[in-house]
Structure formats: structure tokens, C-alpha cells
């Protein structure tokens, strides 16, 4: 069977691999398993109206009717749908992917990505072209429903405590990207009291200001801002707003693991301890600091929606990803950029600048790299790379996960390119060098076998 849905949705470039065609049939598929009202939004990519209309087209045919939420951040999308009723959501978002690309994102009922299961059902009915067929009299309708991104910014704003942080009279740089947070974070700054100077605020689906994925190399607009306005924090996020990351006080970019540290110290602390819940490969400083204040942190496979199921399933109190992408369960169990920036305000204007915060959190050295396997080799390689490092410590919750003297090694198969990825973490330089050199040394031998 054709697997259609990637870890992202379908994704692909506009009119070549992402045509309206595909759209269509995605949206019969899609409209034949939900069967009942589906909420749909893009992001402001120059081809979300042909897809979203393409997509709708088909749900409609399939006798399922749509509810469009016009412009939204993936997070507004699924708070919409976890909320309202309806049978799911469709968004229309190539998240940080360049503006040529575009891509079919499907939301559960509760407003959680969809799970591969029912992804799985959907692809059958795609693949088999088994797509509901009902008489004139039952086709679907389109509604169109606007503000829901209003009553999105609502709802974070009753999450934090609003008076603080207007009480601490902070100013912040804010970079949309061009995308689609800036139909909302501007709003929800000002329902915040907080004084903003917006960067690439105005949706743009070229993505004019920089590329979307919110990289320091992307960065540089806002690390000057940030500066040169001597503001106490600079914010970003990425095309679709579900990831945030940030620029201290200084200008200096916070790399995720960093600023997710920080978000979980204090909630770990305001709660006396808790679970936080993140993929193997985020640095040992989450672990470090988490424990030091009597909280856990459980490890799950990459994938944002793998961390916010293992958070249903266990009551985590707070979890996410190294790349920005934060999940606040009592707000719904899914990254939400804006969720994430409010709760950071009002961390730092209840504890003091970020920079100050990031003292308490140790800073580890980096070494990735990749080396080049076919993809029929892969599993051959991976169970190798078990079996040689079996007299050592390892987790093997995804790809092999290896500890050394003062670091680790995590080796995975890219799950869409012919490579190995290693990715090595050391409390310095040299460690964290000799780590990657050690993994790197026995798949080379392993590959030359
Ligand atoms: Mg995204």
C-alpha cells in the first residue's frame, strides 16, 4: 500500500508533487473516513487557496461538510477542533519547508495530530479508491467561520497570569516569518500588555523576511533587533507557529533544548516535582536540571506527536522538542508556539531575564553528522550497531542510543534519505568529538564488511 502520509502530513512541492489532483483525492479519502463536519486552515503559503479548496472539494463530494477557519496557526487549527465538536481538521501547512512546498496535515477529533493508525485507514480508502459516493441530495457544504483565531489568543490569555506580566512591562521583538503566527501573536502580545516591535508580521507566502525554519543563520534581523532596541527578549516562530524559539536580552539566539529546560525548571518547580517528556535525541541538560528540582523526564522516539501521546498516556506535566516545540497539557497535547511564548513571558517577568535563567542550565557541546547507507542496509546496520555496543550502556528507543564517559552518541537511520545520522552530546568539545568519532568509526567498518 502506498504510504501517503509522512511524519508531517503529505507534503510536497507545489504542481509538481503537490497538485490539486492529489489534493482532491486526499480530500475524498480524508471526507469518506471522517464523515461528518471537518474544520480546514492554511498557512499563508501562496497555494493554500488551491489546495484548501481542492481538499474541501473532495470532503464535500465524500458527503462530509467543512467548516473553513480561513488564515491560522496549526496550534489555532487544533484548539478549534479539540473544542467545537467536529469529526477533525484539516490543515493546509508546509510548516518551515521552503515556499515552494506545501503539504495536507490531518487533526483527531480531540485536536492531537493524527495517529498513524487512522492515517493508515485513510491511505487504504486513498489507495483502493474506495471514496464515499453519496446522491446529489448528500453531498456536503462549506461554511466559512471567522475569529477563531480571537478566541484562540482568549484562551492562552486566561492560561497565564495576565496582570504579571503586563505589571513587568516588558518589551520583546517578535518575528512572524511571514507566516501564518502572524495573524495572531502580535494580538495575543498586546492582550498580554506586553510592548512589541513585529518582525515579518505580515503573512507573505514567499517568505520575503528569511526562510521560516527559525534557525540563528535565519535569525540575524531579530538578534540585532532584540539588541539594538535593548529589549528583554526576542521571539520567534517557525511558518506554521507550532515551534518557538528565542533571543535572550544580550541578542544571543537560545538554542530549544535551552529555552525548553527553562520552561520545564519552573514548571517542575511550581509543582513540586512532575514528569516531562522528550525524544532521545534533546540534550542532557533537560535530564540535569529537571531532576535537580525532583521532576523525571521520560524519553520517547522523535516525533512531536509520539512525545504528546506519551504525555496523555502517563499525565506528563510539560513536554516537547529540541527544535522549539513546546506541549502544555492543560492547554491541549500539541506544540503551540504562542501557548509558548506567553508562558515564557511570564517567566521571565516573574523570575528575571532569560539570560539569567539559562545560568542554572549546563551547557553541553554538539557533534553531529551523517554518513551515507542504502536504505536496504539499514536494518542490517542498526541491529550491528546494537550488538557491538551491547556490553555498554545503551537505549534503544530509537536507533542506539550510546553512553560514554561524559557523553552519548545517538545513531538513527534518516527515515528519508539514504543516510545514518550521529548525533554526539559531551560536557566538552573533545568529548563530545570523541564520541562522534567512535560511532562513526564503527559504522564505517560495519559498512565496509
Ligand atoms: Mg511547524
Keep these: 500500500m502506498t504510504r501517503l502520509f509522512g511524519t508531517n502530513g503529505v507534503r510536497g512541492v507545489v504542481n509538481r508533487d503537490m497538485t490539486p489532483q492529489l489534493a482532491l483525492d486526499v480530500g475524498l479519502a480524508i471526507g469518506t473516513f471522517m464523515m461528518g463536519r471537518v474544520a480546514i486552515a492554511t498557512d499563508p503559503r501562496t497555494s493554500g487557496d488551491m489546495l484548501r479548496s481542492a481538499v474541501s472539494a473532495g470532503m464535500v463530494s465524500a458527503g462530509s461538510s467543512v467548516v473553513d477557519l480561513g488564515m491560522l496557526p496549526t496550534p489555532a487549527l487544533q484548539y478549534y477542533v479539540k473544542n467545537s465538536g467536529v469529526k477533525g481538521g484539516v490543515m493546509i501547512t508546509a510548516s518551515h519547508n521552503p515556499p515552494e512546498f506545501n503539504g495536507i496535515k490531518c487533526v483527531d477529533h480531540d485536536g492531537t495530530e493524527m495517529p498513524?493508525?487512522?492515517?493508515?485507514?485513510?491511505?487504504?480508502?486513498?489507495?483502493?479508491?474506495?471514496?464515499?459516493?453519496?446522491?446529489?441530495?448528500?453531498?456536503?457544504?462549506?461554511?466559512?467561520?471567522?475569529?477563531?483565531?480571537?478566541?484562540?489568543?482568549?484562551?492562552?490569555?486566561?492560561?497565564?497570569?495576565?496582570?504579571?506580566?503586563?505589571?513587568?512591562?516588558?518589551?520583546?521583538?517578535?518575528?512572524?516569518?511571514?507566516?501564518?503566527?502572524?495573524?495572531?501573536?502580535?494580538?495575543?502580545?498586546?492582550?498580554?500588555?506586553?510592548?512589541?516591535?513585529?518582525?515579518?508580521?505580515?503573512?507573505?507566502?514567499?517568505?520575503?523576511?528569511?526562510?521560516?525554519?527559525?534557525?540563528?543563520?535565519?535569525?540575524?534581523?531579530?538578534?540585532?533587533?532584540?539588541?539594538?532596541?535593548?529589549?528583554?527578549?526576542?521571539?520567534?516562530?517557525?511558518?506554521?507557529?507550532?515551534r518557538t524559539v528565542f533571543v535572550d536580552g544580550n541578542g544571543d539566539f537560545v538554542y530549544g533544548d535551552q529555552s525548553l529546560t527553562v520552561l520545564a525548571s519552573q514548571m517542575v518547580q511550581d509543582n513540586g516535582g512532575g514528569i516531562v517528556v522528550t525524544p532521545v535525541s534533546t540534550s542532557s541538560c533537560l535530564e540535569a536540571v529537571v531532576k535537580r528540582h525532583n521532576g523525571q523526564v521520560i524519553y520517547t522516539k522523535v516525533g512531536a506527536p509520539i512525545v504528546a501521546r506519551k504525555m496523555m498516556e502517563i499525565k506528563a506535566l510539560f513536554g516537547g522538542e529540541e527544535n522549539g516545540g513546546m506541549i502544555f497539557p492543560e492547554h491541549q497535547y500539541c506544540r503551540d508556539a504562542a501557548m509558548s511564548m506567553a508562558k515564557m513571558l511570564e517567566i521571565?517577568?516573574?523570575?528575571?531575564?532569560?539570560?539569567?535563567?539559562?545560568?542554572?542550565?549546563?551547557?553541553y557541546c554538539l557533534d553531529k553528522r551523517k554518513l551515507e547507507c542504502p536504505d536496504d542496509r539499514k536494518e542490517w546496520l542498526i541491529e550491528q550497531v546494537e550488538a557491538h555496543f551491547s556490553d555498554q550502556k545503551t537505549d534503544l528507543t530509537d536507533g542506539v542510543k550510546i553512553f560514554f564517559d561524559g557523553g552519548w552518541s545517538l545513531v538513527r537511520p534518516s527515515g528519508t534519505e539514504p543516510i545514518f545520522r550521529v548525533y554526539s552530546e559531551g560536557k566538552d568539545e573533545a568529548t563530545a568529538k570523541r564520541c562522534g568519532d567512535e560511532c562513526e568509526k564503527v559504522l564505517r567498518d560495519l559498512l565496509s564488511e
Excluded at 137 to 142: F, H, K, Y
Design 116 to 242: 498513524r493508525k487512522k492515517e493508515e485507514v485513510i491511505e487504504r480508502i486513498y489507495t483502493e479508491r474506495s471514496f464515499n459516493a453519496p446522491d446529489w441530495r448528500n453531498v456536503g457544504t462549506i461554511s466559512r467561520l471567522d475569529g477563531i483565531g480571537a478566541s484562540y489568543i482568549n484562551a492562552i490569555r486566561r492560561s497565564v497570569d495576565r496582570n504579571l506580566i503586563a505589571e513587568a512591562k516588558l518589551n520583546v521583538v517578535l518575528d512572524c516569518a511571514n507566516g501564518a503566527g502572524s495573524v495572531t501573536s502580535p494580538y495575543l502580545l498586546d492582550a498580554l500588555g506586553v510592548r512589541a516591535v513585529t518582525l515579518n508580521g505580515n503573512p507573505q507566502g514567499t517568505f520575503p523576511g528569511h526562510p521560516s525554519e527559525p534557525t540563528p543563520g535565519n535569525l540575524k534581523d531579530l538578534m540585532s533587533v532584540v539588541k539594538a532596541t535593548g529589549a528583554d527578549l526576542g521571539i520567534a516562530h517557525d511558518g506554521d507557529a507550532d
Design 348 to 363: 521571565v517577568a516573574k523570575k528575571g531575564p532569560l539570560s539569567e535563567l539559562l545560568k542554572e542550565v549546563p551547557r
